[in-house]
């Protein structure tokens, strides 16, 4: 049974910093693209930052210099450090992994990830 599971989120002020975790089970992290996508109210589900089974970053233009994707492999833990957050990073993140080895990383749909988390509420102001 797949599963990712979120945490570390929270209300932050301007300018401040956060560090979202996302614990796998059932599955390896270093095989497979992981991404994190975020969502605020009204508006659709956007990509955040992704990383390769390479360990190869992406990140969108919003939050690049921000923020850090990451992942421990020996922990199954896949992270994204936030920086100098901004009240238009207020969304709720959510983790997911695309579990096809031979597709780009990131894939441009975001329905070729597979599985996602519960999702963790982030709120700058």
Not at 31 to 41: E, K, L, T, V
Not at 66 to 91: C, G, H, I
């Amino acid at each position: 049974h797949v599963q990712l599971v979120e945490s570390g989120g929270g209300s932050v002020q301007a300018g401040g910093s956060l560090r979202l975790s996302c614990a796998a089970s059932g599955y390896r992290y270093a095989s497979y693209c992981m991404g994190w996508f975020r969502q605020a109210p009204g508006k659709e589900r956007e990509g955040v930052a992704f990383i390769s089974s390479e360990g190869a970053p992406t990140y969108a233009d919003s939050v690049k210099g921000r923020f850090t994707v990451s992942k421990d492999t020996a922990e199954n833990t896949l992270y994204l450090q936030m920086n100098s957050l901004k009240p238009e990073d207020t969304a709720t993140y959510y983790c997911a992994a695309d579990f096809d080895p031979w597709r780009a990383c990131p894939s441009v749909n975001k329905a070729d990830f597979g599985i996602w988390g519960q999702g963790t509420q982030v709120t700058v102001s």
